[in-house]
């Protein structure tokens, strides 16, 4: 047994050994990232100080002097925007007036092509007129034909009458037989 309180006491000291060096570990560990969390500790300290020093300079007259400066240039960009406004508005308008007077000659030409168009219709119908009276005087002349060739048949009166498209030609070569 007693082996086995010297096996317990071996034991024990090599427990402590290990804690000891595991403390030892931590300890580096522990330094490591305190040393890290001071850097960035640091490092935020420096922007702060910038960040104050830049607050400094703002005195009341430069934040003025900003002010004036920034509503300067935006009272110039309105300026512009209304001038581009304007012109746009006076494009707009001419636009307007162009297409009124587009309007106003598209009516005109309209009525003027209405009234060409009466007047067409209006000659259309008196050449139909015409070609109607023109086809009643062509059967009229035909009529006036046949009656004139049945008038002066050739057993009635002893003359030639030879009908050639418009022409009449009365040849009288014989003499009357009584």
Known sequence: MEWIYALAAIA???????????????GKEYTASKNETIKAKDAQIEALKAQI???????????????VSVKTQLEEYIENLKQKLDEAQSK???????????????????AKFKTVQDAKEALETIKKQYEHKMELLEKEKED????????????????????????IDIDKTEKLKE
């Open 144 to 167: 006036i034909l046949s009656l004139i060739t049945k008038v002066f048949e050739p057993t009635r009166f002893p003359t030639s009458i030879t009908i050639m498209g418009d022409k």
């Open 12 to 26: 024990s000291a090599l427990a402590a050994v290990l804690a000891w060096a595991a403390k030892l570990w931590w």
């Open 53 to 67: 020093d830049g607050l400094k300079e703002l005195t009341p007259m430069k934040v003025r002097e900003y002010f």
């Open 92 to 110: 707009i308008d001419e636009q307007d007036n162009h297409i009124e007077k587009l309007k106003i000659d598209g009516n005109q030409y309209e």
